[in-house]
């Protein structure tokens, strides 16, 4: 009778019977491991929404009590929160009319671009004509332009025009620099749906609008909702464009704050507040479409 001599396990031999290759020791690495992985995001997080939450807290403090102390002061006296600046905030004609601009700046400024940025998209990726190729060089060269290149000569062709001074103006401006990324970004989505299926819904008699409409447009998605964020966002936050182009008796909320700052200084009641009612609504627009932002992020990654 031949006696068998028992071999070490090896990490391969130990995966084969079911085993972990570094068995209670190395099961325990590895959740320490995690364990400190998670502890380090959760820290980080905390750190990076530390100024959210101290605007926050200032936005609900009298200026009386927030000179006589920092913001943290309320988590030993939570009683000196109150809503009193919100009221004054809304109190105020020249933020409340200026939240209104932003809106009727930011919305039609990211439509368009959407709009005008998936057509483009579509016909520069599945449309045949002549000087494609060479157009979309052009438009992809136009995102390296810098705003700052453009505001004196826009300025003279707005106040020749009469848009100088107007909504209609900072929309054409935010549209017209948006389009570029929003053309480069569709065109290259739209080319990686396979021409199979456009094939078989010309076969079917969808012509170029119902094909891009019916077919296009709902594989798109991901990707035009990701582009709407970028867009809305930039627009939103945007004070530059803002300050040249826009009204300036009836600017955005981001010039009308800025003007707060001008011209009462520590005027935080009505700072505090309408820095963070401006900072709410790119928060909801991005939660509100996250799935679709994640969705068309991935979905650019696998490709």
């Known amino acids: 009778m031949t006696r068998t001599e028992a071999t070490p396990a090896t990490p391969r031999t130990a ?10 020791a190395g099961r325990a690495a590895g959740r320490l491991a995690g364990g400190a992985v998670r502890v380090f995001l959760v820290v980080a997080a905390l750190f990076w929404l530390l100024p959210t939450l101290g605007l926050l807290v200032s936005s609900l403090v009298s200026p009386t009590d927030l000179n006589d102390g920092g913001w943290w002061q309320v988590f030993s006296a939570p009683s000196r929160l109150t809503a009193d600046n919100y009221e004054r905030l809304l109190a105020n004609d020249t933020i409340t009319s200026s939240l209104l601009n932003t809106f009727a700046i930011a919305v039609p400024a990211t439509l368009l671009v959407l709009v005008l940025g998936s ?14 190729d060479w157009l979309f060089l052009v438009v992809v060269g136009l995102l390296v332009v810098p705003v700052q290149v453009a505001l004196i000569p826009v300025s003279e062709l707005f106040g020749t025009i009469g848009l100088f001074e107007t909504t209609a103006g900072v929309v054409l401006f935010h549209t017209a620099f948006g389009l570029p990324f929003a053309v480069f970004l569709l065109r290259n ?16 008699g969808a012509g170029e609008l119902r094909l891009f409409t019916r077919v296009v447009l709902p594989l798109g998605g991901p990707a035009i909702a990701s582009l709407g964020i970028f867009q809305f966002l930039w627009v939103w936050n945007d004070m530059l464009v803002a300050l040249v182009f826009a009204d300036s008796a009836d600017p955005p909320i981001t010039v009308a704050l800025q003007q707060q ?3 009462f200084g520590n005027n935080i009641d009505v700072l505090a507040p309408g820095a963070f009612l401006s900072m709410v609504v790119p928060l909801v627009v991005f939660f509100a479409f996250q799935r679709q932002f994640v969705t068309g992020v991935m979905a650019g990654a696998v490709k």
């Open 15 to 24: 995966a084969r019977a079911g085993r972990p290759a570094g068995g209670l």
């Open 119 to 132: 057509l483009a998209g579509y016909a520069f990726a599945w449309l045949e004509f002549p000087g494609r």
């Open 189 to 204: 989505f739209f080319a990686e749906i396979p021409r199979e299926l456009l094939e078989a819904a010309r076969l079917d």
């Open 261 to 263: 700052v001008r011209q």
